[in-house]
C-alpha cells in the first residue's frame, strides 16, 4: 500500500503542530512530529510512504496536487486543527476528486471531537482517525480494501450507508519503545532549515520523549483529547539512541528540541536519561517543557547532561486562578523554581495566558507583576484558547463566554492568535490588547535591554539566538499590521450535546463542568 501523509497547506507558514496553532510572530515553524511517528510505524511494516509538510516547505496546493499524482497513494491521511479545519476539509475533497480512488482520512485533536460534523460536512472525506492515531492508520492501511474488517479497527470513525459511526476507542500505546524513530523521517522528507524554534539554536530537530501529561490543567488541549493524563515515557536507552543516530547523520543540526508536555514528569527517567547522556557522548544541547515542580537534583542532572532552556507555564500571577485551572502551583512555587534555575545556569522561557474564569483587570497586571518579579529571561503572553475537548472548552460555552463558534474567526487575516473569550469583566479587544502590551512592557525595558546585550557579551552564541529572535519579531511586527478586527458576527450559541458528552475531563469532573462548575 502506498501512504501520502500530509501537513495541508493554510496561511503561510501555518505552525500546525503546536499546543495553538497559528502563524507564530516568532517565526516559529514545528514539525508535523505526529504524522512522523505514524508515517514512519507504517514504513516499518512494509508499506510505500511519503510525506509532505506543505506550509514548513512554502508548497501551493497546486505542488501538492502535483505530488500526489506522482506518488497516486491508496490512503491520504491529512492533519487538521481547529482554525484550519474548514480549510482541511475542503483541500481533502478536491484531492479525493483529484483521485477518487484514494482513501481520505483526517488526524488531530479537532476532528477527534468533531469526527461526526467532519464526515457531515465534507462526504467526500472517508474516515477520521481519532485519538493517537499511530496504529489506527497502520490497520486501516492493512484492510483498506475490506469494508468488512473497518468496524474492527478501533479508533476509527467512517460513513456506513447514510449515517456516520465510530468504533471502539483505542487503548493508548503503553510501550513507546515499539515505535520507530522519526529522525530518519525527518532527514529523508524535510529539510531541517525550514524548521524554527525561537528558544532553540537553529536548525533544531523536535523529538517526544514521551506522551501524555499527569497534570489535570482544564485548558490544555493534547492531554484531554489525544494522549492522556498519564506520562508515558520511552526508555532512555530508546531516547538517547535517536539523539545519537540525529548527532551521527544530521551534522547540521545544532540542539534538539524535546515537546513532551513535561520532560521531567517522571524523575526516575528524567534522571536515567542524564546519565545516558553523559555515558553515550551525546553532545547536542536540548530545550524542554518544564513545570515548576521539577526538583533542584533532577534539574541540575538535565543541566549536566545538557539542558540550555526550558519553557515553563507559570500562566497567571493570582494564586485563585492558579487553583481555579487545576495548575497545581501557586507563585511561591513559581519563584523557587526560577531561582534554582538561574542559579544553575538555565535560562527560562516564561508563558502566560489570560482570560481564565474570574479573570480581572486586577488579575491580568498581577500576571504581568508576577512575570517582572520572577524575571523569566523570555515571557509570551497569549488569551487561553479552549479547543473542543476540553474542560475549558466546556466552561465557557455553557457560560456563553465563547464569542463565536465560527472556526474560521479564532484567528486574524494574516494568521495570528484571536481572543475567542468574552467575559463578564472583559471583551476580546481588551484581553488582545493587554496581550501586546504586556510583551512590549517585558522586554522593551532599559534593564532587560541591558541584560541581553550583556548577554550578547559573555555568551555571542546565546546572544545571537536571542538577538535573531528579537529581530524576526520586529520584522514580523513592521510587516504585518494587525488590522482592526471587527466584532465577532456569529453569536455564540449552545454547542451539539455530543461535543460536550466526548470530552475526556479526569475525575468524572464532566458533569460539574456542564453545570459551568469549576469548584
Known sequence: MRVFFINPPFLGRFSRSQRSPGVIKSGTMYYPYWLAHAAALVEKNGHEIQVV???????????????????????????????????DCETAARLKKLLPDSRICLVGTHVTVLWRETLEREPLI????????????????????RPDRLAHIRGLAFRQGAD??????????????????????????FKVENYYF????????????????????????????????????????????????????????????FE????????????????????????LPFFANLRTTVDHETLKALRDAGLRNCAVGFESGDDRLLRTMRKGQNSDIQARFVGDAHRLGLLVHGCFMVGFPGETRETMNKTLDLAFKIKPDSAQFYPVMPYPGTGAFAYYQQNGMLATNNFRQWLTAEGGHRCVLNLPDLSPQEIEAFC??????????????????????????EGWRSLKAGLIFIWYTLTNRRERQEPFAVPAVPAPDHWLQEIRVPM???EKLKRGDLS
Request: hydrophobic content about 40%.
Open 53 to 87: 509538510d506543505c506550509p514548513a516547505a512554502a508548497l501551493s496546493e497546486q505542488a501538492l496536487h502535483q505530488a500526489v499524482l506522482e506518488f497516486n497513494p491508496d490512503l491520504m491521511v491529512l492533519e487538521s486543527v481547529a482554525a484550519s479545519w474548514y480549510a
Open 126 to 145: 472517508d474516515f477520521i482517525a481519532i485519538g493517537e492515531y499511530d496504529y489506527t492508520i497502520l490497520e486501516l492501511t492493512e484492510n483498506l480494501h
Open 164 to 189: 456516520s459511526q465510530r468504533t471502539e476507542d483505542r487503548p493508548l500505546i503503553t510501550d513507546l519503545d515499539q515505535l520507530p524513530y522519526i529522525a530518519p523521517i525527518y532527514k529523508r522528507f
Open 198 to 257: 525561537n528558544l532553540s539554536y537553529h536548525p533544531m530537530v523536535m523529538l517526544i520523549g514521551g506522551r501524555g501529561c499527569n497534570s489535570l490543567c482544564f485548558y490544555c488541549v493534547y492531554p484531554q483529547v489525544i494522549h492522556g493524563h498519564s506520562y508515558r515515557h520511552r526508555s532512555p536507552e530508546h531516547l538517547i539512541g535517536e539523539m545519537c543516530w540525529v548527532q551521527e547523520n544530521m551534522p547540521e543540526v545544532r540542539e534538539i528540541t
Open 260 to 283: 513532551d508536555d513535561n520532560f521531567a514528569a517522571d524523575r526516575r527517567f528524567a534522571r536515567r536519561f542524564a546519565e545516558l547522556v553523559r555515558e553515550r557522548g551525546v553532545r
Open 436 to 461: 501586546e502590551q504586556a510583551f512590549r512592557r517585558f522586554h522593551f525595558r532599559p534593564r532587560y535591554l541591558l541584560y541581553k546585550g550583556m548577554q550578547l557579551l559573555r555568551h555571542p552564541r
Open 508 to 510: 468524572g469532573r464532566m
